[in-house]
T-cell receptor, first 112, second 114 residues
Framework: SQTIHQWPATLVQPVGSPLSLECTVE??????LYWYRQAAGRGLQLLFY??????ISSEVPQNLSASRPQDRQFILSSKKLLLSDSGFYLC???????????FGPGTRLTVT | AQSVTQLDSQVPVFEEAPVELRCNYS??????LFWYVQYPNQGLQLLLK??????LVKGINGFEAEFNKSQTSFHLRKPSVHISDTAEYFC????????????FGKGTKLTVNP
């Protein structure tokens, strides 16, 4: 069966510090991968998605970036965090057949 | 453009009462439809999905949803809720044969009171 991991689970970072969140998927190959952000009391905002290694599509202009160095690894990064980057970050994977997505447990990021 | 509207941001109900969470979608082409549940500080879990075929879809935890093409709706129902159903519920759609992306509604917070 497929499993998706995210780490860390929680993170408190000062404004201006760098960020690296990691997501890995097990039990499948060539998945579509997604990064979402969920701000307090709000819905899900798609940040990036990837249909293959090195292929990244950005949905929202911001100071975040994403990379996919391996087939089942998706990384969300920032060089300098802003207060507005605080939120709950969710990684998801989907089969290449374009159906449902499966979500990881999330990372709670607080920028102070 | 595709969009999903969840008509109620909060729904309070008493335990063992029935509940309906409403979802309407807008798309110029056929769509796949999904309901997800999110418990506090957790990721989203797929409850059920409509891809094709029977318009009544049954999911996990006793939930079901009905696809209504003429009303462009996909409402989620449960005949008798439990305290443990307290969570946020998200409706989502995906264009058939189109983008790999899901379009989510803003969510409905279901609170089940004793």
């Amino acid at each position: 069966s497929q499993t998706i991991h995210q780490w860390p689970a929680t993170l408190v970072q000062p404004v201006g510090s760098p960020l690296s969140l990691e997501c890995t998927v097990e039990g499948t190959s060539n998945p579509n991968l997604y990064w979402y952000r969920q701000a307090a009391g709000r819905g899900l905002q798609l940040l990036f998605y990837s249909v293959g290694i090195g292929q990244i599509s950005s949905e929202v202009p911001q100071n975040l970036s994403a990379s996919r160095p391996q087939d089942r690894q998706f990384i969300l990064s920032s060089k300098k965090l802003l207060l507005s980057d605080s939120g709950f970050y969710l990684c998801a994977w989907g089969p290449g057949t374009k159906y449902e997505q499966y979500f990881g447990p999330g990372t709670r990021l607080t920028v102070t | 453009a595709q969009s999903v509207t969840q008509l109620d941001s909060q729904v309070p109900v008493f335990e063992e009462a029935p509940v309906e969470l409403r979802c309407n979608y807008s798309s110029s082409v056929s769509v796949y439809l999904f309901w997800y549940v999110q418990y506090p500080n957790q990721g989203l879990q797929l409850l059920l999905k409509y891809l094709s075929g029977s318009t009544l879809v049954k999911g996990i935890n006793g939930f079901e949803a009905e696809f209504n093409k003429s009303q462009t709706s996909f409402h989620l129902r449960k005949p008798s809720v439990h305290i443990s159903d307290t969570a946020e519920y998200f409706c989502a759609s995906q264009t058939q044969g189109g983008s790999e992306k899901l379009v989510f509604g803003k969510g409905t917070k279901l609170t089940v009171n004793p």
